[in-house]
């Protein structure tokens, strides 16, 4: 581990889930003889990206796009079918569970649902007191554990007396606090929050942002941060990957992906998202369709299917994630041939 | 924006609609009045247990024990819903009201073919023989988009993915040309690129048929979209209302100022979010006067004592608001 080694490298992360029911339903006769299926569900294919010290990383997508598993993975809840997922320098991608012990005091996980993520049987004080716990060995150490949950609890906005509360006594926004809380226990530099706001009201979902913002200035986090949700990733990212059906199409600082999207994917994302403003500057890409199954992925590229400017190259080879410059990277063949595309920037 | 002396379509009236539960008494619905003119579609935004949900099924009778409509009334063309009969009342939903609910998984029956549901509102609501009918499901199955219609009215539910699902759902809602369609948090289950196409789909259904609707959201972005009218609800209370237009500019009521605040501005950087401190007061115990007091910068002492009533403001706006905000304030 040195210095210089970002908080998260992760690189060419691969998830694959085999599914598909019992032996009978996967059977399969044909010409030469009996075969057994092995359906499988590429939900993450390849992806690439770095997180340094403080800093915060969105991926965005729409439902099924991988971005929860690539969350999910880095958290080590699953294991990655291949890849390497770099701690401060440190390869988790292959450890087991107590290998994964002191890794986890570097990193915690926020969930999307604040109802389902809390123990409905704990105390408040005994779920943040979890991870914490878990990280310390000495009588002594354990004796101040009390003393720093109770300056967590204030620290996320909660008091003191709520230590002593059950989760059901609470509303969505304090249960996310709550959430917050036993997470930052054991100091992490870094963070995973799958879609930390997607289940609160707006009003309070600006309360979350904000103490989330406000904990990375004070405590030097650094957010993987997981949302369909682009005003919130507008808010709060210092840059952006978009992802589609396991494959990032797009990464770039959040200013300019936000300025000048690329991918024809970014662009009908940006546009299909609803505003309150009366100006609508960027022209509009309108998808038809739906997203292809991750069982069953197009050739080429994984996009193709809806881009409203695929030609033949884009059945036969797929893009590669290359750099265009400002940072901004993008894996789209129009790169190569921006003449086919009028609005091309 | 229509002509306001038209006897409205819909007319609802000081409506209340209350639960009464082992907890306390739910005042969901306290006070609601609202109108809706031919073709006009009218945004209902608040945030949970606002009572905007409770507003929708009020219309349509549908509310159940231990929810009871307790004063009010909903008047469709002049006639009262709330005095209206059990068998009035089935002859007008699905026929001059519609409903489309949040999540077409569960709005529609997984163990009837598509084709099948869509046949059953027009066996209910039209005298056209079997073919006909048939003719009639295709030509709108057709119309919201989805293709080979006549193959698909065989298929089941489960057999559509989310956004082909509520096509389906506006489909059936469509079908027996109703006068007002409500469309209860419509795309809130939905991804962004199927949502527009979803939003886009209903605007000119709208604007084909001539109908009304109740667009039931708490994303005020979607509402200033699709909507002529806005109308907020807080702790089953309205506390503003007015053209979508105005109410985005320059809302009166502290409230509707902290939810556009709230929302992350795409087009220029903030460090922080304005937010609304606390969250919404336990609506079985609601405190005296003003509902929001409590969260409220500009609250005073008046607002404690005294409710505050729906008064006219600046533009089309009304808002129930002791201390308003002037065109451009910040709370």
New interface residues.
Partial sequence: MTEAAPMLDVRDLQMHFPVGGGLLDRLRLDRSGLHLDRPTVHAVNGVSFSIDHGEIMALVGESGCGKSTVAKTIARIYTPTGGQIRIEGEDVAGYGFAEMLPVRAKMQMIFQDPYASLNPRQKVRDIVAEPLLEQTSTPQARREVPAQIEALLARVGLNAEHAGRYPHQFSGGQRQRIGIARALSVRPGLIVADEPVSALDVSIQAQILNLMKDLRDEFGLAYLFISHDLSVVHHIADKVGVMYLGFMVETAPRDVLFARPRHPYTRALLSAAPSIKEDRSTEEIVLSGEVPSALDLPSGCCFRTRCPFAWERCARERPALQDVGDGQTLACHLVDEPERDSTWQ | MRDDSKTPLLAVRDLHTYFHTFAGTVKAVNGVSFEIGQGEVMGLVG??GGGKSVVGFSILGLIDSPGRIEAGEILLHGQDLVTAGEARLREIRGREISMVFQDPMTSLNPLHSVGRQMDEVLRLHSDLDAGARQKACVEMLESVGISRAAERLKAYPHQF????RQRVVIAIAMLAGPRLIIADEPTTAL???????I??LMRRQIAETGASMILIT?????V??MADHITVLYCGNVVERGRT?DL??NPAHPYTR??????????H?????????G??PDIRNLPRGCNFRDRCPRAQTLCAEQEPALTQQHGSLWAACHFPLAPGETA
Avoid: F, N
């Fill in positions: 945030e949970s993915s989310g956004g082909m991804d962004v690129t199927i949502q527009s196409q939003l886009k708490h994303d005020l972005a979607v200033s979209e237009r985005i500019a902290g939810l556009i605040d709230s929302i992350p501005d795409t087009t950087r903030q460090d922080r979010l304005r937010q609304i401190p969250s919404v």
